[in-house]
Nanobody, 124 residues
Framework: QVQLVESGGGLVQTGGSLRLSCLAS????????MGWFRQVPGKEREFVAA????????DYRDSVKGRFTISRDNAKNTVYLQMNSLGPEDTAVYYC?????????????????WGQGTQVTVSS
């Protein structure tokens, strides 16, 4: 089992930045791909970014490429999502997630563990 706790959400103006953190605890020695999804009320949770165990590979949805950066510090069991040039369309609850696999997936159902989410609100 892996427990995930997000932090760093909040209210920011358009064009601003936020950095989300996700602290993992439990069986963190396994080969987990880590990721971030987001969800707005009435819509499906959508993939945002993912990172491999060694940080050698990352994946981003098109709308955040060049603005968001996912990273991880395995020594601290922490994954980060640096979000720059934020816009109102980025407003959502952001969820940290872990997948017991070496491979990426954008399929919601293929991710094994989830945090409770952190709210990001971008004002126009």
């Amino acid at each position: 089992q892996v427990q995930l706790v997000e932090s760093g959400g909040g209210l920011v103006q358009t064009g601003g930045s936020l950095r989300l953190s996700c602290l993992a605890s439990g069986r963190t020695e396994r080969n987990y791909v880590m990721g971030w999804f987001r969800q707005v009320p009435g819509k499906e949770r959508e993939f945002v970014a993912a990172i491999s165990r060694t940080s050698s590979t990352t994946d981003y949805r098109d709308s955040v490429k060049g603005r968001f950066t996912i990273s991880r510090d395995n020594a601290k069991n922490t994954v980060y999502l640096q979000m720059n040039s934020l816009g109102p369309e980025d407003t959502a609850v952001y969820y940290c997630t872990a997948r017991v696999s070496l491979h990426f997936s954008r399929d919601l159902a293929s991710w094994n563990y989830w945090g409770q989410g952190t709210q990001v609100t971008v004002s126009s």
